[in-house]
């Protein structure tokens, strides 16, 4: 069963996150940090399958070697922001569909990478990475690390993107923040189930609500993936724990809320009645209809057959 899965987070400052050890990790790779001169060193990663740096194609005949260096992007990045709580990147993480071969995984999110470098003109950094050992063997993904500036000759820009002001984008005649969000994960979806199409796949996915979707149960639990890695190492979440206590009080509410209605004698059975009656009157009157014409004589069964093979 293919999984929908688009997570858009932010990398800041105020949080004490620097996009030069974000983009070490993705990428399983070393990276220093000028700012702090700290050597941030991943390379002994073995689930990282591709790595990529993509920018917008009005550039692709351009050098552009600074953005397409890892730590050269990335510093540029923490030079580029003066304020102590600056967001200095941003990132969308996909999950990419078990049910489809390695080749067309990684073909799909180099699509959709390429599709955010253009749609925003800034850098995007690409990491899929595999599943690791002892986890779900379907967790294929993707990172994609994100400038929140434009990329041009000269460095990085202005804000772009999701991190471009409310009033720019009223002015540019863009769609507001939650409404980008929403085209964003339409798009994966897209991208997505034309995957499964072109291998031939039946599984689809879909970025609506379970509401939108038509689908009446309650949304399964999202336990944060450090959490679930605690667990796996044997140690107890309190969170994850108290996540899963509110899911299951959640359906057992609504089981309860189904009981009682179905228990409860509904308000509109009189008109459930009569619509019983209405329908039993109906079926006498088809019934009287039928004997009445088993009477007639044949001469107008006939003329009824010969009207029924007219041209």
């Not at 990147?89 to 999950?95: D, G, I």
Request: glycine share 4%; proline share 5%; hydrophobic share 40%.
């Amino acid at each position: 069963m293919a999984l929908f899965y688009l997570q858009i987070s932010s990398l800041s400052r105020a949080s004490g996150r620097r996009a030069t050890a974000a983009a070490a990790y993705r990428a399983g790779e070393r990276v220093r940090d000028e700012r702090s001169g700290e050597l941030h060193n991943f390379a002994q990663r073995r689930d990282v399958l591709h790595t990529e740096i993509f920018v917008p194609q009005q550039f692709a005949d351009q050098p552009l070697e600074w953005a397409r260096r890892r730590e050269r992007l990335w510093n540029t990045a923490e030079h580029a922001e003066r304020r102590h709580n600056a967001r200095v990147a941003r990132e969308f993480q996909v999950n990419l569909p078990a049910e489809l071969s390695p080749e067309a995984r990684l073909a799909l999110a180099r699509t959709f990478a390429g599709e955010i470098a253009e749609r925003y003109r800034i850098a995007v950094d690409l990491a899929v990475h595999a599943p690791r050992a002892g986890s779900d063997p379907r967790n294929f993904h993707a990172h994609l690390l994100v400038t929140t500036r434009e990329v041009t000759p000269a460095g990085l820009g202005a804000k772009a993107g999701l991190d471009l002001a409310a009033r720019e984008r009223r002015q540019r005649g863009l769609p507001d923040h939650r409404q980008e969000y929403v085209n964003v994960r339409e798009r994966w979806a897209e991208l997505a189930n034309a995957a499964l199409s072109a291998e031939n796949r039946a599984e689809r996915i879909d970025h609506r609500s379970l509401a939108a979707q038509g689908v009446d149960r309650e949304p399964r639990p999202r336990i944060p993936l450090m959490h679930l890695r605690m667990e796996q190492r044997g140690v107890r979440s309190e969170l994850a724990e108290r996540l899963r206590s509110e899911y299951r009080a959640r359906v057992a509410a609504r089981e309860e809320k189904q009981v009682a209605k179905d228990a409860t004698p509904a308000l509109n059975a009189p008109r459930d009645l009569e619509e019983v009656r209405r329908q039993a009157r109906t079926a006498w009157l088809k019934l009287r209809e039928r004997g009445a014409a088993q009477e007639a004589p044949s001469l107008d069964a006939g003329h009824a057959r010969d009207e029924d093979l007219s041209p």
